[in-house]
């Protein structure tokens, strides 16, 4: 376990961006301050379905105290924020009067950080899709992304003079698995393979909205996508197809489209809805940076028997055509994810693999752990200099990153696990929201500071 003084990372390369990450349902609370309508998020915990039913509308009060958690990031020395920006406070029905003063809260925030010399990194989706849209089919419905470029339009035309970087979404596959096949998410929808419209429109809507993004003069355009090595349980043809197929669902399904124009596979494809090849070419218009999501590799295998597996809390029913189980033989976070630091830079070498020249730079836009330590929080320490380790030697390979982004900057609310799960590098205590730095957040203030050559302040 790493104790101070710390053993200093390799040197990356210059330039290369140091930042934190968020999102908007998980941190600002004020779920109808001026003028905010109601998300999905927001009508799936009010119908009790986040853990032991935690009140989640509070947040972590960031739409209040943003210019503490600004000046926290200050305090790290980091170079980036990522935050998320919330579609219904920008547009409460989700179609319809943009809500200027749900922008003028984001107009605050982008001043505050550029006043520190923070780049603001927005991500235009993390999850909170307007109650309204939800209610009309969300995603499966191929309005929705229309719906989304026109909101992309208006935020681009408040901030794009400000902004730095931009995400279109965060996580399509999440969404699609939990929110619309499995239900586990909001809108809880449980629609298994009939799931994978959901997948198309949201790509779609990553399309149609880069475009807007482009059109109102943004400076460099990205998205935010999930990505975790498969490996088959066992050697055998079974498991190995099994996997085979999760791999697709979870990895390519989404990657492919946007790099390269095509699904993964002709059955998928067959199954996409509207004009497909049409989309494609929307979909696959060349991005700015590439930005990956990653916390653990997966293990997959054929179905037992008719049996649920499960991971993660996350039931998966036994008529589907794989399995998830345990990776072996690894550490556990708070959570039970395995801590695989190798998947890392395995996910990266695979994609420079795969893509070859169509793979843009890449920018690791989420990675950390949750453990409950509130202050001496060695074991997150531990993590996040296993991956950043990793990570260097995926660029040492060769794979062009250029940046790091760990969640969380604060503990906050874990989608269904409400405030049981802590990924911050800050604590925070729910009961007065007062915020306090754990050791990791000392921790990679060093980091940053010893990689720009300075001391630490
Ligand atoms: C991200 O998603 C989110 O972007 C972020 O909002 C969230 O707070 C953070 O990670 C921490 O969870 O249980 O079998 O479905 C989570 C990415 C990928 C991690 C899937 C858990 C579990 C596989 N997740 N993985 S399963």
């Known amino acids: 376990m790493p104790t101070p003084p710390y053993e200093p990372l390799p040197a990356f390369p210059p330039g290369f961006l140091w ?14 301050t001026d003028g905010k309508g109601p998300s999905g998020w927001d009508a799936f915990a009010a119908a009790g379905r986040i853990r032991d039913g935690a009140d989640a509308s509070r947040g972590t009060g960031f739409h209040a105290r943003y210019r503490e958690d600004v000046a926290l990031l200050a305090g790290l020395g980091a170079d980036a924020f990522r935050f998320s920006v919330s579609w219904p406070r920008v547009v409460p029905g989700g179609r319809g009067p943009v809500n200027a003063r749900g922008l003028d809260f984001y107009d605050r925030l982008v001043d505050e950080l550029c006043r520190h010399g923070i780049t603001p990194a927005p991500t235009l989706y993390h999850w909170d899709t307007p109650l309204p849209l939800d209610e009309a089919g969300g995603w499966l419905d ?20 400000r902004v730095g970087m931009w995400m279109t979404l965060n996580e399509p596959a999440e969404v ?24 198309h429109h949201q790509l779609l809507a990553h399309g149609l909205a880069a475009r807007a993004l482009r059109a109102a003069g943004a400076r460099r355009v990205g998205v935010a996508v999930s990505h975790s090595p498969v490996l088959a349980a066992g050697e055998g043809e079974a498991d190995r197809a099994a996997a085979g197929l999760y791999d697709t669902l979870t990895n390519h399904l989404f990657s492919d489209p946007l790099l390269t124009g095509a699904y993964p596979d002709g059955a998928i494809a067959s199954l ?85 020249r169509r793979l843009p730079p890449v920018v690791v836009t989420e990675n950390g752990c949750s453990y409950d330590d509130a202050a001496e929080d060695h074991r997150r320490i531990a993590f996040l200099d296993a991956h950043l380790r990793s990570l260097h030697r995926a660029i040492g390979d060769g794979v ?36 306090t730095p754990k050791a990791s957040y000392r921790w990679y203030r060093e980091v940053i500071a010893a990689q720009k050559g300075r001391a630490a302040s």
Do not use: C
């Open 272 to 356: 996409m809805p509207g004009p497909v090849a049409e989309d494609l070419a929307v979909i696959a218009a060349p991005l700015d940076f590439y930005g990956v999501n990653y916390y653990h590799p997966m293990v997959v295998g054929a179905p037992k028997e008719g049996a649920p597996s499960g991971f993660g809390g996350v039931a998966v029913p036994g008529d589907l055509p794989f399995g998830l189980r345990e990776y072996p033989g690894a550490e556990r976070t708070g959570f039970g994810w395995p801590v695989v630091p190798e998947g890392l830079r395995e996910l990266l070498l695979g994609l420079d693999a795969r893509y070859g």
């Open 142 to 161: 191929r309005d929705t992304a229309e719906r989304f470029a026109e909101y992309a339009a208006a935020v681009a035309a408040r901030l794009a003079d």
């Open 19 to 32: 930042g934190a990450a968020a999102s908007a349902f998980q941190t600002e609370g004020a779920a109808d």
């Open 176 to 199: 699609t698995l939990l929110g619309y096949a499995l239900g586990e998410h909001a809108p809880g929808r449980r629609l298994l393979f009939d799931a994978l419209p959901a997948a």
């Open 400 to 435: 062009d990153v250029r940046g790091y982004f760990t969640w969380s900057l604060t503990d906050n609310i874990e989608w269904v696990e409400g405030a049981a799960q802590r990924f911050g590098l800050v604590h925070v205590d729910y009961a007065t929201l007062e915020r």
